[in-house]
């Protein structure tokens, strides 16, 4: 049975493609002939974008018809990384593709189309790791294709952790609970400097032969510092109700993160 809750939907040139995990390897083409629609069941803020062939656009994003201000730490997909947007107040659910959720549109314009070899949600880029360890995107320490599988790599571990420790939200109108997925994380910020410090630790540790060379040395370095951070993390923004928006009871009773969140390392 497919969990409704851990889905993107995308659609684009009459292909519909329901995203059976976080994150999901699909080819998608956006083009300046046909544009992309990422949907969910409730608003949402944020999708990370794995590039298999670089194009040269810019890109446009609307939500129900109206432009919006994207940041894009992608740099129009020259890199992997997320593209991050405010939740409009009144944002409503269309229909496209046969299914009824939020939608973005990505639209472009340019001489060369991109092709995404993934769509999902990430905890962490190419920019993220680049601001941590410069050197770390280098070709003598890393390839994209490794990256990419670590940074879903650390995405998992993570998420697996704070199911492993009890988080959960409302899941349907009678109260019943279920465990969170990432999509529930209402401030993803919140986690993104450990992931980053703990994927540097990964691409390092990728390219050691053993922990007490350089690479190895410098592996175990950040990845302390990666569960550091989050054994001391304070609070978690949990949509405890399942419906994609912020309220203060959410972000205040997540503050309890912090006390039972040692189990890193």
């Known amino acids: 049975m497919i969990d409704i809750k ?10 519909d493609l329901d995203m059976e995990a976080s994150f999901r390897t699909d080819s998608v083409e956006l083009d300046t002939e046909t ?28 939500i129900n018809s109206t432009a919006i201000t994207a940041y894009d730490f992608t740099e129009d997909f020259i890199r992997d990384g997320d ?10 659910a269309e229909t496209i593709g046969g299914r ?26 190419d920019k993220d790791v680049e601001s941590v360890y410069p050197s770390a995107l ?6 994209a294709d490794i990256r990419a599988q670590i940074y879903r790599g650390v995405t998992d571990y993570i998420m697996q ?17 279920e465990s969170i997925t990432i999509h529930d ?6 986690v993104k400097e450990a992931a980053s410090f703990y994927a540097v630790s990964q691409i390092l540790r990728n390219a ?8 190895g040395q410098h592996a175990n370095y950040y990845q302390g510092k990666a569960f550091d951070i989050l054994n001391s993390l304070y609070k978690l923004t949990i949509d405890l109700d399942d419906d994609g928006t912020e309220s203060v009871e959410e972000n205040i009773s997540a503050t309890k993160a912090g006390s039972i969140f040692m189990d890193f390392g």
């Open 100 to 125: 009824e959720a939020y939608w973005i549109k990505l639209s472009s314009v340019g001489s060369n189309p991109v092709t995404f070899k993934g769509i999902g949600v990430l905890f962490c880029g």
């Open 208 to 215: 050691s032969d053993s922990d007490d060379d350089v690479y």
């Open 35 to 62: 544009p992309v629609y990422i949907g969910y069941y409730k608003p949402f803020d944020s999708a990370s974008f794995q590039i298999d062939s670089v194009g040269t656009m810019a890109v446009s994003y609307e």
């Open 6 to 15: 851990n889905l993107f939907y995308i659609s684009y040139g009459g292909s």
């Open 185 to 190: 994380l209402l401030r993803k910020n919140e």
């Open 83 to 92: 593209v991050q947007w405010a939740k409009p107040a009144s944002w409503v």
């Open 161 to 177: 952790k704070f199911v492993n420790r009890g988080f959960t939200r409302t899941a349907n109108a009678d109260g019943s609970i």
């Open 138 to 143: 280098g070709g003598n320490i890393s390839n």
